[in-house]
Structures are given as structure tokens and as C-alpha cells.
């Protein structure tokens, strides 16, 4: 699971150099909260959260690949079918969709939405 640090503000998260909006309600305003995505269930887009790919894993039995990325210097994966070559040193973006977002109280840890 990639988590990344911010906050609430009203139906957004808010991190470091990205937001996700529409987040799920009930969340307090100001709530510092991780925001969690496995690594299977980020899309790659021709737009969206930029990520510099740092180094990449062919997985050729489950035609897979791992790339080790840094968004904004925040380091995540992510896996992505081998139909879409990824390169190191290359910039690409991706969409968290809302459905497979995650969220942790930051304090607690305890998943929250």
C-alpha cells in the first residue's frame, strides 16, 4: 500500500503536490489524514499526478511490470501491465481513482474511510 500525507479540506485531500478531490464524507475539516492506493490500482493517464519513474521491475510470468516511482519526492509504487512500457527517468501521470482510494487517521493509523 502507497500512503502519502495530508489533510482535509472540506470534500478534498490535500498533500504534497497533489490533491484528490471528492474524497468520501464525513471527514473533519483540517483532519490530517494518509491517503492510501495499492500499487495495482493506480491508472496510468495522459494527465494527472506527475511521477518520475526511478526504476522498473519486468514481472514476465504475470506480464507485470514494477515501476519505483517519487511523486513530488514522496517514493510509491506502482504495477502496470506490460503493454505500456516504462522507462527510468521518465515522467509519467496517473489517476487515483475514488474507489480504491484509502483513508488513515494519521495519528491512530485506524482506516477511517
Not at 6 to 25: A, L, M, Q, S, Y
Not at 40 to 69: C, F, N, T
Amino acid at each position: 500500500m502507497n500512503l502519502f500525507s495530508g489533510h482535509i479540506f472540506g470534500d478534498t485531500w490535500e498533500g504534497k503536490g497533489f490533491n484528490i478531490h471528492k474524497v468520501r464524507p464525513g471527514l473533519k475539516n483540517g483532519q490530517a489524514v494518509l491517503l492510501g492506493i495499492r500499487p495495482e490500482h493506480m491508472v496510468l493517464s495522459s494527465d494527472g499526478i506527475p511521477a518520475k519513474i526511478d526504476h522498473v521491475e519486468s514481472i514476465l510470468p504475470q506480464h507485470r511490470q514494477i515501476a519505483y516511482l517519487l511523486i513530488n519526492s514522496q517514493p510509491c509504487t506502482l504495477s502496470a501491465p506490460l503493454e505500456h512500457p516504462l522507462k527510468q527517468g521518465e515522467t509519467i501521470f496517473l489517476q487515483f481513482p475514488i474507489e480504491s482510494v484509502y483513508m488513515f487517521d494519521q495519528q491512530t493509523g485506524a482506516r477511517i474511510a
